[in-house]
């Protein structure tokens, strides 16, 4: 079971990746697609494609894919498109916010979860809070 | 249902590095493990319910487990999670 971390931001994804596998343990399999080709912020189809193939062999169980925003869900689904339907089987895309999601479901994976379950922690970030019994004065 | 009463020593709480340690000690076992914090209730194999608790630095928590491997698992997560937490000795309920 792998993680996949789609960002506009190299930086970003792979600061979050550092954030995930100290929190879920390094048995968590993590990589990262981020920024352009040229090293610009931006997403990269092309990236998306060898990431999710390099992830798909990884392991038996599959990808669950995590992205921040926009134009990130046009590059992961152009990249799914290059995908044959059996490796696409085999990858979940999550809705999940992205830093929550991949904490959530990196710990599920730690704990040896399989992809729906890994996918169904991740998509529990939509209703997490960011300040559990605090107060807020937004 | 056995339970611990554990106080929480680290000074960020139960947050989401401890939070996951007890998610992944909790889930070696068969039994339901639960954490409740004063009137709320956490799965203990459940990292989103777990940082919903919102437990901080002092905070007393019960760990309770029901099941074949009950007495073990309370016996593992005491032992594991000690940096985190110290078990209140005397307070084990079988």
Redesign the interface.
């Known amino acids: 079971m792998s993680l996949v971390l789609v960002s506009h931001s190299k930086a970003l994804a792979e600061g979050l990746r550092d954030m995930v596998v ?4 390094e048995s968590v399999h993590v990589a990262v697609a981020g920024g352009t080709a040229d090293g610009r912020l931006g997403t990269n189809a092309e990236a998306i494609v060898d990431t999710l193939r390099a992830s798909l062999a990884d392991g038996p169980d599959g990808v669950l894919v995590l992205l921040d925003l926009g134009s990130a869900w046009l590059s992961v689904e152009m990249a799914l498109e290059e995908l044959s339907d059996t490796e696409r089987a085999r990858i979940v895309v999550s809705e999940a916010p992205l830093v929550e999601g991949a ?2 479901a990196a ?2 994976a ?3 979860g399989t992809l729906a379950e890994v996918a169904a ?1 991740a998509a ?2 939509a209703s ?2 960011k300040a ?3 107060s807020s004065n937004a | 249902m056995p339970e611990i009463r554990m106080t929480v020593v680290d000074e960020a709480g139960l947050h989401a590095r401890p939070a996951a340690r007890f998610v992944q000690a909790a889930s070696r076992f068969a039994s339901r493990i639960v954490i409740r914090n004063g009137e709320h209730e956490a799965d203990a194999k459940s990292l989103i319910s777990l940082l919903g608790l919102a437990v901080r630095l002092s905070s007393v928590i019960t760990v309770a487990a029901e099941g074949s491997d009950a007495e073990a698992a309370l016996a593992s997560l005491a032992t594991e999670l000690s940096p985190y937490v110290t078990p209140i000795p005397g307070n084990t309920i079988s």
């Open positions: 100290q929190v879920a343990g904490v959530l710990v599920q730690s704990v040896g922690a529990g970030a997490m809070s559990p019994g605090g």
